[in-house]
């Protein structure tokens, strides 16, 4: 008996909390104006090295899909990745798997890529999902290894409006 009641009382605390929380997104949420996602990935070496890299990330929210009818939602990923010094060139690309109704998909980060490179790349609402759900993986390729990470989301980040 002791322990139903336990159950009850961090069950109804768990729902105010979940309560509070929405009732402060949504008032927040008014002078939000884009959303986003903190993803990374650690780089293991699948071939002759044993050094790794590192691939960091911000996906987020443009266009607010309701200014105008079907106005369309992009999400913008801002990357950079850490390279150890292989030899020959370098090609990175982030890999998504397959939705419900989505093919997987190969998107080129970089070819000819330096140790320290960065760039932004478009993804589709759909792309995103799945890269939430870990089904991307970031592959780097030179002729002398090939380096392999699942990409995690890190945090959620909300991005307020300039002043």
Do not use: Y
């Not at 996602?37 to 790794?52: D, I, S």
């Amino acid at each position: 008996m002791l322990r139903t009641r336990r159950r009850t009382a961090g069950t109804r605390a768990l729902l105010v909390g979940l309560v509070v929380a929405a009732i402060a997104s949504g008032t927040a949420a008014a002078a939000v104006s884009t959303l986003g996602l903190r993803v990374h990935a650690r780089l293991a070496p699948k071939g002759a090295t044993t050094a790794a890299g590192r691939f960091s990330g911000t996906i987020v929210k443009s266009g607010d899909g309701g200014a105008a009818p079907r106005a369309p939602i992009h999400w913008q990923l801002t990357w950079s990745l850490r390279l150890p010094a292989l030899h020959g060139s370098k090609s990175a690309s982030l890999r998504i798997g397959a939705g419900l109704h989505a093919p997987a998909v190969a998107r080129a980060l970089c070819t000819g890529c330096t140790t320290t490179a960065s760039g932004t790349l478009t993804l589709t609402p759909s792309q995103v999902f799945r890269i939430a759900q870990s089904h991307g993986t970031v592959v780097v390729r030179a002729p002398s290894a090939t380096l392999r990470g699942a990409v995690k989301v890190l945090s959620d980040i909300t991005v307020l409006p300039p002043t």
